[in-house]
């Protein structure tokens, strides 16, 4: 009975259901090894020779394996069907030949399968191979490659950088673009123009729209009528002449479906229409993968299966009708260069099956699957007819031309079931709306003539979507990276997500400018879709992969050197020079944009600290004068007055760990005058001045504590909002944390008590002592034990033994089931986190 590994339980419980009883199959829980987390790992003195180390959460599972082996001598493994599946099967090979489970006479396979359903499975269990030697050494290359950027960059930037966390091959340069688009943004300078529009009507008494294109017998261009002036004047031309319609054209027209999923345009597409991360989508798509409903969704790929195809067109004709479906099926070329990783696109295994039809779905998961099952079917029907007319008005004498565009959907095809989304869709882009009926030679009465002003817009910040976008577009990265390198910078505090805009911190702003000035070469662009291209020739077998390192290690080795001499008061001074446009914009009252707005003599300059850096005043510490990297123009971070109490000016400034409020100005005798920062949640925008002076009033007494009448005081501290009280025979106060910024002010004596006597009472809280669960939902089905729900430090989670499983934002605490809970313990154990061990057997 042959011994079957895959990934994750969750995936081995649905294989184990086609196989039967003829097969044991097992989880490896991801990967069982990788490089120990500390210098010398990867070995470039001796042909980059690399250490691996068996974690200990993966023992056990190695262990299970082996003594599954012991019983059954034949090996099959069946990870992903990608770089990393195949890394994971080449572990798993060589770790259970050391512990010598694999006998000389055990037979050892490698199935793929690109969907898990039962004749996938089945077909490739008939189809064997080995493990492809050419895909594990792009594998070998990549890991090596990050780990000499990670072990040998990251160390450079904690002398340079204080606070800076970490470097990567892919993700310093993802935090480029980013940091590069928001200095485009500050850089923008915004161009006025004007437009005119004329509200017409037909001779019916039907109105249509029209805009301004020629003036004087000349065609305007966008900024040919730059203020209000030259609008007036335009506007007076248009209504002082009568207007007849001189053209009006019909032309035909059509639009083809968008081809079907691969990971970074699923990724896209979930951005735009849900809001979900990249990690969200990846994580609601493995789920779907191993529940059998989806193809593999980490791919390249957007070819799909002849069979798929002819499934689609059947499901197309039987449920939209015959006109609905192409004459010839509808084939998509594959893009990727690299023809190992060109698996098949992402779609459902069974297209009969709409969201509907699936009943235990999450919400998440819905949403997701309505949507691959969408496109994929509305890639292999009909285009969309479509008639757009254009309209040409203008005057007797030539002196005037108006235009109005519109087009008719004749056949809705493939919109009648899904239109790709937009990131970024342009205000002016209006050619869609549908016009009366118009004939050459008519009267256009006027209604209104119209002028409107109009800026120039700054380039967007990117989104998550936009953002894969442009790394596919460049070619940095793989669909395998993106979610794990997006996710990574926000994780490192570089970057931070509003609105979902990707907004760079000053933290990861001064990274990238360190990394172009002292290592621009590994960051550029070009330099890291080659290295990409050379990965990709490896997994090709056309090139070996200890070259591309040795030529790779040479210049790098020899870039760290040479910055490891800096000090870094010149690597300050260097990054100061190249940020200068940025830190230090030109005054209105054209004084120099370097002195201190506060002192007056002092010089401002880049400093750094280990929240980021920030701007500070040279007379430190006599002048106290900071603000952060991305102040204001005016040279004052934004900082405004708020008001004034007792004869002080209560303002609000910008500090290098963030806004704060402040009582009055530094002096001589009150060198540091009293200041308070603004508590998580609270907005520099909303600040006035009694909640500023709320906030310099703290601490506030809620009153004293009946048993032995010392006052119980509520203020804000580094992790928070917290109460804090101390008995006379006390050597330290008790501190009770609050849950709410708001109750600091208005909790009550009552509660106060009851909090700061529970916290005495239970004093381990917070150090090792065990919490109360917000809920039980039960134990684990299959491996037993309670799982509950838990309030964490970073939000609500879910805990199984020694599995801790962050709740997505959208998923309520209190409405999670049992069923999201295992989901998210079995994939948070699959991806390498704290794994419990196996359910012990009852005596």
């Known amino acids: 009975m042959p011994v079957v590994v895959v990934e994750s339980p969750a995936k081995a419980k649905t294989i184990n259901k086609y196989l039967g009883s003829d097969y044991t199959v097992l989880a490896s ?111 070998l290359a990549r890991r090596a490659l990050d780990y000499l950027v990670g072990f040998n960059l990251s160390p450079v930037l904690w002398r340079k950088l204080p606070g800076a966390r970490s470097a990567g091959r892919v993700q310093s340069v993802c935090l480029r673009l980013i940091v590069e688009r928001e200095m485009e943004i500050e850089a923008f300078k915004a161009r006025e123009y004007w437009s005119v529009t004329a509200e017409l009507e037909t001779p019916r008494g039907q109105a249509y729209s029209a805009r301004l294109v020629s003036l004087g017998g000349k065609k ?106 192409p004459g010839s099926p509808r084939i998509y070329k594959n893009k990727a260069k690299n023809a190992q990783e060109a698996h098949e696109c992402i779609r459902p295994t069974d297209m009969s099956l709409d969201a509907s039809a699936l009943g235990r779905l999450e919400a998440d998961q819905r949403k997701l699957y309505d949507l691959i099952w969408k496109r994929t079917l509305a890639c292999q029907m009909e285009g969309a007819r479509l008639e757009r007319t254009t309209v040409e008005i203008g005057s007797a004498d030539g002196q005037v031309g108006l235009r109005a565009t519109g087009q008719v959907v004749l056949f809705d095809g493939f919109l009648k079931v899904y239109e790709e989304g937009r990131d970024d869709v342009l205000a002016e882009e209006d050619d869609d709306k549908r016009l009366p009926q118009i004939a050459q030679g008519e009267a256009a009465p006027k ?166 850096g920030f701007v500070g005043c040279s007379n430190y510490p006599e002048c106290r004068y900071t603000r952060p990297i991305g102040g204001g123009e005016d040279g004052n971070g934004g900082d405004r007055v708020l008001g004034v109490d007792n004869g002080d000016e209560i303002s609000l400034r910008s500090g290098r760990f963030g806004p704060y409020v402040q009582r009055g100005e530094a002096t001589e005798d009150n060198k540091k005058p009293p200041r308070a920062s603004l508590p998580k949640g609270w907005s520099a925008d909303a600040m006035d001045l009694e909640k500023a002076l709320m906030l310099l009033s703290l601490p506030r007494e809620v009153g004293k504590h009946p048993e032995d009448g010392q006052p119980i005081s509520a203020n804000f501290g580094r992790f928070g909002p917290y109460l804090m009280h101390q008995k006379p025979d006390e050597a330290k106060p008790v501190y009770a944390n609050l849950k709410d910024p708001d109750d600091v002010f208005e909790i009550g004596m009552n509660r106060a008590v009851e909090l700061i006597d529970h916290k005495r009472a239970n004093p381990g809280r917070g150090r090792g002592a065990a919490a109360k669960p917000l809920r039980e939902l039960g134990e684990h089905p299959e491996k037993g034990s309670a799982i509950n729900v838990m309030e964490g430090r970073y939000g609500p989670y879910v805990k199984w033994e020694k599995v801790n499983a962050t709740l997505p934002k959208d998923v309520d605490p209190q409405s999670v089931t049992l069923e999201q809970a295992v989901a998210l313990i079995d994939e948070k154990a699959a991806k390498g986190g704290k794994k419990a061990p196996a359910r012990k057997k009852k005596a």
């Open 29 to 139: 829980y991801g990967h069982v090894r990788d490089l120990p987390p500390k210098d010398g790992s990867v070995d470039p003195d001796h042909g980059f020779e690399m250490t691996w180390e068996v974690g200990a959460d993966s023992k056990k599972h190695i262990k299970a394996i082996a003594d599954a082996l012991a019983k059954d001598n034949a090996l099959i493994l069946a990870t992903d069907p990608d770089r990393e599946g195949e890394a994971i099967s080449w572990h798993l090979e060589e770790t259970l030949r050391k512990r010598r489970a694999i006998k000389k006479d055990t037979p050892v396979s490698r199935v793929v399968f690109n969907a898990i359903t039962k004749a996938a499975v089945t077909q490739a269990m008939q189809n064997p191979r080995e493990v492809d030697q050419p895909l594990v050494d792009a594998y």
């Open 220 to 325: 305007l261009d966008r900024f040919d009528i730059p203020n209000e002036t030259e609008a007036s004047l335009a506007v007076q031309a248009v209504t002082s002449r009568d207007l007849v319609v001189q053209s009006v054209e019909a032309k035909p027209a059509s639009r083809n479906p968008s081809a079907p999923f691969m990971t970074s345009t699923l990724q896209q597409e979930a951005s735009r229409k849900f809001g979900f991360g990249a990690r969200q989508t990846m994580s609601t798509a493995q789920r779907l993968y191993e529940a059998g409903y989806i193809t593999y969704m980490r791919t390249d790929g957007i070819d799909m299966a002849p069979e798929a195809i002819e499934a689609a067109r059947a499901e197309i004709e039987t449920r939209y009708g015959a006109n609905y479906v």
């Open 447 to 612: 209604r209104a003539v119209t002028p409107e002003q109009h800026h120039t817009q700054p380039p967007p910040r990117y989104t998550e979507a936009s953002l894969v976008k442009r790394m596919e577009e460049l070619g940095i990265g793989r669909p395998s990276t993106y979610a794990s390198i997006v996710t990574t910078i926000q994780e490192r505090e570089y970057v931070r997500k509003d609105k979902n805009r990707l907004i760079p911190e000053d933290k990861g702003r001064i990274v990238t400018i360190f990394l172009l000035n002292f290592f621009r070469k590994y960051v550029g662009y070009e330099f890291t879709a080659h290295l990409e291209e050379e990965l990709d020739e490896i997994s090709a077998g056309d090139l070996d992969y200890r070259e591309v390192l040795a030529r790779f290690w040479r210049d790098f080795s020899a870039a760290i050197a040479e910055t490891s001499e800096l000090r870094i008061s010149e690597v300050l001074d260097k990054l100061d020079a190249a940020l200068a446009p940025q830190l230090y914009p030109e005054r209105e009252d054209g004084s120099d944009p370097r002195a201190c707005p506060l002192c007056g003599d002092g010089k401002l300059h880049l400093k750094t600290s280990r929240s980021g």
